[in-house]
């Protein structure tokens, strides 16, 4: 009788453990987290830059003010990709001047980039680059420079 209890509470405490940690890891948990930082759709280069791939699951990438999300593109823009520098940022100049040089990328501190100085062929290429991605992936938001403009 004593086994038999002994062995109830074994098995007692091993599924309070194992459910304890299903709820840790519970994907759909997480997701509603994740979901909570996202404010109405606007982010500022600040809140964007989490969505690296790396302190989220989910990539963002900003073109002229709009956030796409290019998780889908995972193997371009997420950890070791080879434009995973774009991930969570405004890859705006980047696009622009065709170049992942991390000096067309603005510190996320900073206001956002304005463009104002690119030339006819660059404000061309960022155009096509802007199509690209308006046929490929979601708009899930705009950059702002602060979350209620
Ligand atoms: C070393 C020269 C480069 C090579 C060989 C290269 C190669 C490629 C290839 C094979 C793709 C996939 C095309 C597809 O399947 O749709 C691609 C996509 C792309 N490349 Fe490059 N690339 C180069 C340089 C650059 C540079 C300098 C940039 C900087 C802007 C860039 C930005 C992109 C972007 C944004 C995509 C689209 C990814 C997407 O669809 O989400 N590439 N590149």
Same mark, same amino acid.
Request: charged letters at 25%; a negative charge.
């Given at each position: ?29 997480? =997701?509603? /987290? ?7 759709? =606007? ?18 990438? +900003? ?14 823009? *997420? ?14 100049? *980047? ?17 956002? $980039? $304005?463009?104002?100085?690119?030339? +006819?062929?660059?404000? !061309?290429?960022? $155009?096509?680059?802007? !199509?690209?991605? !308006?046929? /490929? ?10 979350? /209620?403009?």
């Amino acid at each position: 009788m004593l086994t038999l209890i002994l062995v109830l509470i074994v098995i007692f405490f091993l599924a309070r453990s194992i459910l304890s940690d299903i709820s840790v890891t519970n994907p759909f948990g997480a =997701k509603e /987290k994740e979901d909570e930082t996202i404010i109405e759709g =606007k982010f500022t280069p600040l809140t964007l830059a989490k969505y690296n791939g790396k302190d989220s699951p989910k990539v963002f990438i +900003a073109v002229r003010k709009r956030v796409f999300d290019v998780s889908q593109g995972s193997s371009f823009y *997420g950890p070791g990709g080879p434009y995973a520098n774009f991930a969570g940022r405004d890859a705006s100049r *980047g696009l622009a001047l065709n170049s992942f040089d991390i000096a067309c990328l603005t510190p996320i501190t900073e206001p956002i $980039d $304005d463009l104002a100085d690119l030339t +006819a062929p660059e404000i !061309e290429s960022l $155009d096509h680059w802007e !199509e690209h991605f !308006e046929n /490929k992936y979601p708009v899930v938001g705009t950059l702002s420079e602060n979350e /209620k403009a």
